[in-house]
């Protein structure tokens, strides 16, 4: 099918493998995760100082209070986003995540302000990140990884990982995220 999809189509598509009209799309807006997503996407359409970027900027704001999602339109996620469950989420706005990610809740994925590796994570592609996973400094998490729930990784993590633990350790495995990463785009 050549038909061009939007961004907003291709997160809503993660969740059951079928593709949604706009009206089907509002109607799956009664799950708080998908809510968010489509407020989120909605936001980075428009320019920030915009009528309607502030417009959803605005309403955006409201809900990462009501959803406990803190993830700012600034920053850079792939097509095909997967938020598992709502609330305590925080993403560093300056993050860089690929597309096909699943995010759990309680992860952080924030800035490192010392040491060698200061700065923001980047996050490849078919990344799965389980709950309350920390992901911190200047460091490049490849494609294809399995961050298991609890690990805390400040390090860089190759392609086709799974990294468990705290601290972290990496295992080499390549189909990593096969059967946790559905409905890709």
Not at 5 to 30: M, P, Y
Not at 89 to 118: D, E, H, M, S
């Amino acid at each position: 099918m050549s038909e061009k999809r939007t961004t907003i189509q291709k997160d809503f598509h993660r969740e059951n493998g079928k593709w949604l009209s706009t009206l089907e799309i509002w109607a799956k807006c009664v799950n708080p995760n998908l809510h968010f997503i489509y407020l989120l996407r909605k936001a980075q359409e428009h320019k920030k100082k915009s009528i309607l970027g502030i417009f959803w900027r605005f309403i955006l704001r409201h809900h990462q209070i009501k959803y406990g999602f803190q993830i700012y339109p600034e920053t850079q996620i792939g097509e095909g986003l997967y938020l598992g469950h709502w609330g305590s989420l925080v993403i560093n706005p300056n993050t860089q995540i690929g597309k096909n990610c699943n995010i759990a809740q309680g992860v952080t994925i924030g800035q490192q302000n010392r040491g060698k590796n200061t700065g923001i994570p980047t996050i490849g592609n078919e990344v799965w990140i389980g709950a309350n996973a920390v992901i911190v400094g200047g460091i490049t998490v490849g494609n294809n990884v399995l961050i298991a729930p609890n690990s805390y990784v400040n390090f860089d993590i190759p392609s086709d990982s799974v990294v468990v633990g705290n601290p972290g350790k990496i295992y080499p495995k390549e189909d990593a995220t096969e059967g946790y990463i559905n409905n890709k785009i």
